[in-house]
């Protein structure tokens, strides 16, 4: 009995699958877990883009055995073709944690390449872009080509998309990209945030060096755990993953009217 699978674009047709599994998936895991380590990734990470445990995720790699939608669902997770797998050994690459000044100048000196680059961060297909903006299929693949020649990306057959960056990925601190986000905080912040899953507080407090120090670092642990959310939720449709946009920020301020009754 045939079972037939879409796996990465490749129809996969399988007599015996207890045969298959036995026989392709332990040199596939073995492969699998090179990619994991060479992109940064969890079990974590793949207990989250599975919706199991962790130690589920552990018997997994451990047994080597799940189902063709569990690996399937894997191999997006690490953005890897099943062909490029099975060449066990993933490219050497290195992995960007920041853009330079000149790459962010460039997605900000182009307001559609800028949003095409956004969208392939928040692993968003071409079909996906197409689908959400006024955009032509030949222009957005020419806005990847673009990105891919300044190393954000990688664009392969069937207009796959395989981001360049790492989970830990960032901008430059008052970089080109910060300083155009800033320019439109007004538009940010002029909303109510009172829709569910919006919330908006300014908490002042006087607190010592080392509590600031430890509440920057607690939120730098939140902005990981939703950007690694971000690439767990990357299997989902898109109309289930709205855009979410998420500020944090701590520093020492007051109002301009307060500094100017401050004594020296």
Request: charged share 25%; proline share 5%; hydrophobic share 45%.
């Amino acid at each position: 009995q045939f079972i037939n699978t879409k796996l990465h674009g490749l129809d996969l047709k399988v007599v015996n699958y207890a045969t298959f599994a036995a026989m392709a998936f332990p040199t596939l895991f073995d492969a699998l877990k090179l990619h994991f380590k060479a992109r940064g990734l969890t079990y974590a990470d793949a207990a989250r883009a599975l919706g199991v445990s962790e130690a589920t995720v552990k018997r997994i790699f451990s047994r080597r055995d799940c189902s063709l939608e569990r690996f399937a669902a894997l191999c997006d997770l690490v953005q890897v073709e099943l062909g490029e797998l099975a060449r066990v050994q993933p490219r050497p690459r290195r992995l960007l944690n920041q853009l330079s000044e000149g790459q962010e100048e460039a997605l900000v000196g182009d307001p559609r390449l800028l949003l095409v680059a956004v969208c392939a961060l928040n692993q968003m297909g071409i079909d996906d872009m197409l689908a959400a903006y006024c955009l032509e299929r030949a222009e957005c693949t020419t806005l990847l080509l673009r990105l891919e020649a300044l190393g954000v990306l990688e664009l392969h057959p069937n207009d796959r998309i395989r981001l360049n960056v790492s989970r830990t990925f960032t901008w430059i601190p008052n970089g080109p990209i910060m300083r155009y986000v800033t320019a439109r905080a007004g538009d940010y912040f002029d909303y109510p945030f009172a829709a569910p899953g919006e919330s908006m507080r300014i908490v002042t407090v006087r607190v010592s060096t080392a509590a600031a120090v430890a509440l920057v670092a607690r939120l730098e642990q939140i902005a990981r755990e939703y950007s690694e959310q971000h690439a767990a939720d990357a299997v989902l449709p898109l109309a289930d993953r709205p855009a979410l946009s998420v500020c944090l920020a701590v520093r020492h301020w007051e109002p301009p009217e307060f500094r100017a009754l401050a004594r020296e």
